[in-house]
């Protein structure tokens, strides 16, 4: 259940600024801090393994929260240093053949598709870009049209960075299992603000950051890999801690996704991330999704009535990003604006979405990231403000 008021004074920058920059990084609540603050000081106090020697039972937590927030086994989770390199490992895992095809949309995430094109660029592997629909959602039809017997994997992001729409990756999952298919769900944007089941999303991999919705630390992310695709899937970097040095010319990979791990870790991001999974659960999903849309509604209200003010998201399923455009006025500039008057928002730049933005001329653009921490008078408050500019 959400207490906004004891949520808030969990949150010190509240009470100094109106932080609608979310989807770039949030807010932590005191107890996240504190656990990284506290970890830091025993590591400086007794030594960093030392440390770890006694911090084990919150370090371990770091994999049952993940479990309890995917609906998975914590052995299906990996801690990585962001969702990038997460997702890198996840899709190098991936024995490709000459002539393999790799399916995904317009809205994916720019590294993610930069490391596409370079995988296109070493191998003979085929990007298939699959068309999104006028809600801005990839086109169902399309996918399925588009599977054949090369296709290896499926690639999407469950929410861009860029523009706010969820697309949906239950049905997508749906036709990746039927055509038995890898999915590769990239969820930076929903962990933490939609209720996830792996099982119901039927993704093999799924990766997400710390420092978004989740209300983690920076430098931190994590990787789930389903146990049952664990054997198919090697991953293109080992160590001590992925591996075992059976003997001089042999090694045996570890059972889990932890595989997929590097041996030297943040630990103390690893703590404070495991407490902010566990600050959401308390709180409960759904709640957050719920609190989410009132904000959500309740700013796309408020700015369809400022002038010259025009919304990009057009899907019955928005998130709490909003992407708008100002009429005359430069995105950049916008920014700067609000944040001399204490507002935080940011800007999706159309050189980070080319398929998207670039495609459409739409330019650099500006996004307002809602958490449920936020509050309908920080959005009137910011409204009144929008009007003036
Ligand atoms: C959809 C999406 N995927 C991936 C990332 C990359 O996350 P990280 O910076 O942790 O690598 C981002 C970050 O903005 C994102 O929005």
């Given amino acids: 259940m959400i207490d906004i008021e004891r949520i808030r004074s969990d949150c010190p920058a509240c009470q100094q600024l109106i932080h609608f920059n979310n989807a770039g990084c949030s807010l932590s609540p005191t107890p996240v801090n504190e656990a990284i603050l506290a970890h830091l000081k ?3 106090q007794l030594g960093g ?3 770890a020697e006694l911090a084990s039972n919150s370090i371990d937590n770091f994999y049952g ?6 609906n998975c086994s914590p052995g299906e989770i990996a801690y990585v240093e962001n969702a990038t390199r997460a997702w890198d490992m996840a899709l190098h895992s991936i024995r490709f053949a000459s002539g393999d095809q790799i399916l995904t949309g317009e809205m994916e995430y720019a590294s993610n598709y930069l490391e596409l094109l370079h995988l296109a660029r070493q191998k003979n592997v085929e990007i298939k870009l699959v068309p999104t629909d006028a809600s801005g959602c990839i086109d169902l039809d399309q996918l399925e049209n588009t599977i054949s017997a090369r296709t290896r994997l499926i690639a999407l992001t469950h929410i861009a960075s860029q523009r706010g729409d969820i697309q949906p990756a239950v049905e997508v999952g749906q036709i990746a299992r039927t055509n038995k298919v890898v999915f590769l769900l990239d969820a930076c944007q929903s962990a933490g603000q939609l209720p996830l089941d792996v099982s119901e999303l039927g993704c093999d991999m799924l990766c997400g950051t710390g420092r978004k919705y989740l209300r983690g630390p920076r430098g931190t992310g994590f990787l789930y890999i389903n146990k049952d695709r664990l054997e198919e899937l090697e991953p293109v970097f080992i160590d001590l801690h992925s591996a075992q040095w ?4 042999n090694y045996s990979l ?6 997929f791990e590097n041996w030297e870790q943040f630990i103390a991001g690893k703590i404070g991330l495991g407490v902010a999974v566990n600050y ?3 709180i ?8 989410i849309e009132e904000l959500v509604t309740h700013f796309r209200n408020r700015a369809s009535a400022v002038q010259g003010i025009r919304i990009l998201e057009q899907s019955s399923a928005p998130s709490g990003i909003i992407t708008f455009i100002k009429q005359g006025a430069s995105a950049n500039v916008l920014q700067k604006k609000f944040r001399s008057n204490k507002m935080n928002i940011s800007v999706s730049k159309q050189a980070n979405a080319q398929l998207d933005l670039g495609r459409n001329k739409l330019g650099d653009i500006n996004r307002v990231s809602l958490h449920y921490y936020n509050t309908a008078q920080e959005i009137d408050q910011f409204i009144e403000l929008l009007g003036t500019l």
Avoid at 65 to 70: M, N, R, T, W
Avoid at 254 to 259: E, I, K, L, P, Q
């Fill in 42 to 44: 025993l590591e400086q």
């Fill in 49 to 51: 393994y030392e440390a």
């Fill in 65 to 70: 929260a993940f479990g309890k927030l995917l």
């Fill in 246 to 249: 059976t003997d001089a010319g």
């Fill in 254 to 259: 570890r059972a889990d996704a932890r595989r």
């Fill in 280 to 282: 959401a659960l308390e």
């Fill in 284 to 291: 409960e999903l759904p709640f957050i999704r719920s609190r």
